[in-house]
Structure formats: C-alpha cells, structure tokens
Antibody, heavy 118, light 108 residues
Framework: EVQLVESGGGLVQPGGSLRLSCAASGFTVSSNYMNWVRRAPGKGLEWVSVIYSGGDTYYTDSVKGRFTISRDNSKNTVYLQMNSLRAEDTAVYYC????????????WGQGTLVTVSS | SYVLTQPPSVSVAPGQTARIICGGDNIATKSVHWYQQKPGQAPVLVVFDDSDRPSGIPERFSGSYSENTATLTISRVEAGDEADYFCQVWDSNSDHRVFGGGTKLTVL
C-alpha cells in the first residue's frame, strides 16, 4: 500500500528555519517525481517544489533561494528545507507523488502545518 | 508564468449537474488534472489527463474540453460532493506545476 507521511511542521518565528520530511512506503521515491504542495489559510493549493527521478529540482518563484528539496534514497524519504521563513509561508504542506513529468499527483500525504509567527 | 483561471464558486441543487471551468492559454495542448479537497483533508485526484478517472472515483465525475476551457462535470450532485475543486497542469516552459485558484462547490 502506498503511503506518504509528512512530519516536521510547527511554529517558527519569521526568519527561522524548518525541515519537513515525507516518509514514503509502498514505492521508491527515487523512481518517481516527488512534489511539495501547500495550502495557506483562506487560499488555494500552491505547488512549491518538485524533485525528479533523475535528481533535477524546481521551485515556485516565491520560495526560490530559500527552500531546498532533497531526498534520502536509503530512507525512502523526501525533505523540504525551509529557510528565511515569512508569514506568507504559513500553510499546510503536502507531499505528493507523480508517476511522470506531466502527470497528476495520484498520492498525497495528510499534510503538516507550518505556522510562521512571532 | 502560466495561469489557470477558475470561478470562485459554483452552487447547485442536489441531483443536478455542476460544471466547473478552468481557463488557460492553449489549455487544449496540456493534460489537465482535477482535484477535490474537503476541509481538513488532503486533496484527492478525481480526473486526470483531461477525462480519465482514477479507480474508485464515481462515473458521475467527468472531464472535457471546449475551446480554451477545460471543464469538470459532476452529474447527479450529492451533498458529499461539497468541496473545493482545483484544476492543474504542467507548464513545460518553466517545469512548474500550476494550480487554478480553486472553485468552491456548494450543494444547496
């Protein structure tokens, strides 16, 4: 059974850092396209970042230079390192799996809440 | 950057048909995917590659194109269909995934 379990969210002050984890089971993350998607309060879904099976990474413009996506194949886990956090980064962050480059996210985790506030 | 436009809200009575549109430049050249999200839950894929349904999604959910607009149609709407619906594509120019702003479906 495919499962994605996010962790690492919490309350952080503006300018602080957090690292989110997405532990996968039932498939191999290194053979798939793994995304982070967020939903801020009162807003819609926003794609944040992707890591391709080949290792290429991409980011939405608002997080470029502040967030870094990576994976640990030995742990079958994807990470999102978030630095220089801003109030507007407050959201539930979801990990999601694509089979291919243009395909949909068939599988989603339950999400982890990140709150950036002083 | 590529933009997808959805109406903020759609309302429909139970048993009727809901149509949620998603507009974007040359959208017919892209594969459009649709997600349903209920409060406090993760998104669920309901239609992919324009008109295919994942296993377990009722046939009442269907996708189509017309001119420069993709449409999610929900037939025989039920109270349990009340949710936010988002369209999504992959923008090959930027390698970014793009979501529409979302449409809140209200079942009257």
């Amino acid at each position: 059974e495919v499962q994605l379990v996010e962790s690492g969210g919490g309350l952080v002050q503006p300018g602080g850092s957090l690292r989110l984890s997405c532990a996968a089971s039932g498939f191999t993350v290194s053979s798939n396209y793994m995304n982070w998607v967020r939903r801020a309060p009162g807003k819609g879904l926003e794609w944040v970042s992707v890591i391709y099976s080949g290792g290429d990474t991409y980011y939405t413009d608002s997080v470029k230079g502040r967030f870094t996506i990576s994976r640990d194949n030995s742990k079958n886990t994807v990470y999102l390192q978030m630095n220089s956090l801003r109030a507007e980064d407050t959201a539930v962050y979801y990990c999601a799996r694509n089979y291919d480059i243009s395909g949909p996210a068939f599988y989603w985790g339950q999400g982890t809440l990140v709150t950036v506030s002083s | 950057s590529y933009v997808l436009t959805q109406p903020p809200s759609v309302s429909v009575a139970p048993g009727q048909t809901a149509r949620i549109i998603c507009g974007g430049d040359n959208i017919a050249t892209k594969s459009v995917h649709w997600y349903q999200q209920k409060p406090g839950q993760a998104p669920v894929l309901v239609v992919f590659d324009d008109s295919d349904r994942p296993s377990g999604i009722p046939e009442r959910f269907s996708g189509s194109y017309s001119e420069n607009t993709a449409t999610l149609t929900i037939s025989r709407v039920e109270a349990g269909d009340e949710a936010d619906y988002f369209c999504q594509v992959w923008d090959s120019n930027s390698d970014h995934r793009v979501f529409g702003g979302g449409t809140k479906l209200t079942v009257l």
